[in-house]
């Protein structure tokens, strides 16, 4: 029996949906493993909570997706993020770095009244995650990678180590040594260097190392004379919905 | 890339039968394994294997029967891990595979004709147990034999019936000890390390093999010194993260050692200037 | 003299094209600002012969960073162990490199034999090249005694003037010279000059670090409870940068692949690195080098110690990558001089 699986996003450009629409051929070995019984972005059925696995895009910033993302957690067997969105909070947090009524009213002026809004928040912060695909947009081989660990019940958790040994192995030249500030070493890999391969900085866009070295990294800044605070704010961009405390918005 | 098979690799595998399942505790569980076309594993006591079961990958696990079992070999195995895990969902019937035997296993001749102290402390059995049955199975040729078991309490114990025919034994002096226990229990309660001053032996001709958790090598060794049994008669089996079983993938080194190669059945001696053994 | 050939500077470009016509060569080439690596090329148009020690060292194509070493089918139940190979010129070698894939081959031919590296390295053309400065201020080449060639090559050029003066050293690499037909025999000039080079070059690299040869196996045996240790740990973020890049370091982890069909799959070999924080630990959650300062001890120990116990060689080839590959600023002849003044501190009471 293949597994019935339901896609639903919450706040989010629905970017990593996208990216799995476009998987291209290999979308077919995927699809003869599973069905897929809610997709918004490519299919009009609804699954009428008839599901087994929940593949989650997007963040928890108001009050009713609190509620959908927990019913949705209590139907589910296997609850899966994907996307820095749903998996750390994404960009949306970056509304957190202001008071709630303030951006509310920065946002939607006369009419903030109306709109119902809380602190941007992962899904694991409201719920259970058994499986996290990290990325903006998410890295579709680690979406692949986690599809066949959850189709074999096995855990799956995204390498502890940073981005810079991925970036490393594929002989990219260091962003530091070129005057650039990267998140690479502080950021958990897994996405082979994405972002670096074609040109750019790490943003941070997977979340932090669980355990990132403090002092080490004090030390590459001082290496290369780059103040805490640009790291910082760079970092905020993607991860700042982590600063949200639990039942904070209960 | 041109593509071909490798007839002589150290990673081949041969397929393993599980014959047989049995739950030891809540979380152990032993495997009766017998090699595609009745060969025989023809193992050292000591030694392990590398347990394989396609797309979950392969893990280190010591064989805990006696060389002297013909026909097939056990395994006891704790579920703690992504190979563990999977293992403790197979029945008898299912096929894994197996590499090994690896390692170098204890030192039999060395201990042939000597008095033997065994000191196993929780899991630290299941290797010994190997050892054990060898020396039970061959009794003439050793010496004096006790055997000193410790765990945390009498539920995490394993091999029940052995015990009580080890402790029924005349030609085995068998002692244990749980660290806390329910009022029921009779036995002793306390560390391992309070069993080895109660022992009568002979230090000279005494050699103590030890197995246990990493923290209980340092208390047992002072023990056994204590007691005057020379450095170079105490014998360990350590334990590391293996991965490739021959010495080469870096990831069970001990200092200059490697554990799974040099290893896991160490001396004393050989050791204990290794910042990184014990 | 029999054994060295000339080829001409202006040669070099039809020299790497009709061996790319049947085999794949691989060079250095420019990678980003200051940078190089080794890449597949055509002609000689984007080999850079005033190279840097290259991002990762050629080991790559000795042991790649994830190879398959066994395919499996779930429902045959049968592992079946392979290997994926391919002919391939490795040109430019640098004598530090030459060196480091000395120690591979050593490591790999241990029994049991590992014959999916030594059948793909059979398949590899090693052709060397010398180095007569240094590529930058990291390189301690001269401390490792790797300044020159100690073989392990299939021909070796050295650059001088309008030329490459070639050493054969292998039929294999006498083969590649006259399928080529673009070299001639080498005159007594060529020999003088050659040995000039060589003079020159015993006033350029001169040990970098004050510390003879034979000192540095002691040095790290005394140095175990070092307080250098802590001090590198401090600054080491555990990338293990200083691993891959290595032209030394091998270890690797074994991981398992699935397709999609849940069926079949492969065994891989992965490059792995002692720094990462799990690489000690035992599924029972015991950690046997947790401290980043251990790991880092053990890093240059498996460099400077270990390894001449049981190979009487050391296995640091000095090219320097270490130093240049981190991010945190962590610098071999530092380490290795602070470990030197600790040490006469020591002494001094």
Not at chain 3, 140 to 149: E, H
Request: some cysteine.
């Amino acid at each position: 029996m293949k597994a019935k699986v339901a896609f639903f996003d919450f706040a989010c450009c629905e970017g990593c949906q996208l990216q799995i629409a476009n998987i291209g051929e290999a979308l077919l070995d995927v699809l003869d493993k599973i069905d897929v019984v809610e997709f918004r972005e490519v299919m009009s059925e609804k699954s009428g909570g008839d599901y087994d696995v929940a593949v989650i895009e997007g963040s928890i910033t108001t009050k009713h997706a609190i509620e959908r993302i927990k019913e949705i957690r209590s139907i589910a067997k296997v609850l899966i993020t994907i996307g820095a969105c749903a998996s750390i909070g994404g960009v949306n947090g970056m509304k957190n770095n202001f008071e709630l009524p303030e951006i509310k009213k920065y946002v939607y002026g006369e009419d903030e009244k109306y709109f119902d809004s809380v602190p941007t928040m992962a899904v694991d912060q409201v719920v259970k995650v058994d499986y996290y695909v990290h990325g903006c947009p998410m890295y579709v081989p680690e979406f692949v990678t986690v599809l066949k660990h959850a189709l074999m019940g096995l855990p799956y958790k995204a390498p502890e180590k940073s981005v810079c040994t991925e970036c490393k192995l594929n002989e990219n030249e260091c962003l530091f040594d070129r005057g650039l500030t990267c998140m690479g070493p502080v950021t958990r890999a897994g996405c082979n260097s994405w972002c670096v391969n074609n040109g750019n900085i790490c943003y941070g866009c997977r979340g932090m190392l669980d355990d990132p070295a403090k002092t080490g990294q004090i030390e590459i800044l001082k290496k290369h004379d780059i103040p805490l605070e640009w790291v910082t704010n760079k970092f905020n961009m993607y991860n700042k919905a982590k600063d949200v405390k639990e039942n904070e918005n209960e | 890339m041109d593509k071909r098979e490798i007839r002589k690799s150290p990673y081949d595998i041969k397929q393993g039968k599980i014959l047989d399942v049995k739950q030891m505790t809540e979380f152990e569980k032993s495997f009766k394994i017998a090699l595609h076309g009745g060969d025989l594993l023809d193992h050292d006591p000591g030694q392990f294997v590398m347990v394989s079961i396609p797309g979950i990958g392969d893990a280190p696990i010591s064989i805990s029967s006696s060389p002297t079992q013909r026909g097939y070999f056990e395994l006891v195995v704790r579920n703690v891990g992504k190979l563990t895990g999977a293992l403790h969902k197979m029945e008898a019937g299912d096929t894994v595979g197996i590499r090994g035997p690896l390692g170098n296993g204890f030192p039999i001749r060395l201990l042939e004709g000597n008095d033997l102290m065994f000191v196993a402390g929780g899991l630290g059995i299941v290797p010994l147990r190997s050892l054990i049955n060898y020396v039970n199975d061959n009794r003439r040729n050793f010496g004096k034999v006790s055997i000193l078991l410790g765990c945390k309490s009498p539920t995490e114990m394993l091999f029940h019936e052995e015990l009580s025919h080890w402790e029924e034994r005349l030609d085995v002096n068998f002692s244990v000890t749980v660290d806390s226990a329910a009022p029921d229990w009779r036995g002793n309660v306390g560390m391992i390390t309070s069993l080895i001053p109660g022992v009568t032996l002979d230090s000279k001709r005494t050699f103590a093999i030890v197995v246990g958790p990493p923290v209980m090598y340092k208390f047992v060794i002072n023990e056994l010194l204590a007691k005057n049994i020379p450095e170079s008669q105490i014998y360990m089996s350590l334990e590391r993260h293996m991965k490739c079983g021959v010495g080469v993938c870096g990831h069970c080194q001990i200092g200059d050692s490697y554990c799974c190669k040099d290893g896991p059945v160490f001396c004393y001696t050989k050791v204990k200037n290794n910042i990184e053994a014990l | 003299m029999e054994n060295l050939v000339i080829l001409k500077k202006e040669d070099l470009n039809d020299f790497v094209m009709q061996i790319a016509r049947t085999k794949k060569v691989v060079a250095p080439v420019r990678k980003g600002v200051k940078s190089f690596a080794f890449e597949e090329v055509t002609s000689g148009a984007r080999i850079d012969l005033d190279y840097t020690s290259t991002i990762l060292p050629p080991k790559k194509y000795f042991l790649p960073q994830k190879e398959t070493i066994i395919e499996y089918d779930k429902r045959k139940k049968e592992w079946t162990p392979t290997l994926y190979s391919e002919e391939i010129v490795l040109f430019g070698v640098h004598t530090c490199d030459l060196f480091g894939i000395q120690c591979l081959d050593i490591i790999f031919s241990e029994n049991p034999k590992d014959f999916n590296y030594i059948l793909r390295k059979n398949r590899i053309l090693i052709i060397g090249l010398e180095c007569s400065n240094y590529c930058d201020e990291n390189a301690s080449c001269a401390l490792m005694d790797n300044q020159n060639p100690n073989g392990g090559y299939d021909l070796f050029f050295t650059e001088i003037d309008d030329r490459f003066i070639i050493h054969v050293n292998t039929y294999h690499g006498e083969k590649l010279i006259n399928k080529t037909g673009l070299c001639t025999k080498a005159d007594k000039r060529d020999v003088s000059e050659l040995r000039l080079l060589k003079e020159r070059k015993r006033n350029v690299f001169k040990n970098e670090v004050d510390i003879p040869y034979a000192e540095l196996k002691p040095l790290f045996v005394n140095a175990m409870k070092s307080k250098v240790w802590d001090e590198i740990g401090e600054k080491c973020v555990s990338c293990g940068n200083c691993t891959n890049v290595c032209p030394t370091c091998y270890c690797f982890d074994i991981i398992d692949d699935i397709n999609l069909d849940l069926n079949t799959g492969t065994r891989t070999r992965v490059w792995d690195s002692c720094q990462n924080g799990s690489f000690a630990e035992v599924a029972g959650g015991e950690n046997f080098r947790e401290d980043r300062g251990e790991r880092q001890r053990h890093r240059l120990n498996r460099k400077f110690n270990y390894p001449v116990s049981k190979f009487r060689r050391y296995f640091c080839t000095g090219c320097g990558r270490c130093t240049r590959a981190c991010v945190a600023g962590i610098d071999l002849k530092e380490t290795i001089n602070a470990l030197i003044e600790e040490k006469k501190g020591n002494e001094n009471g």
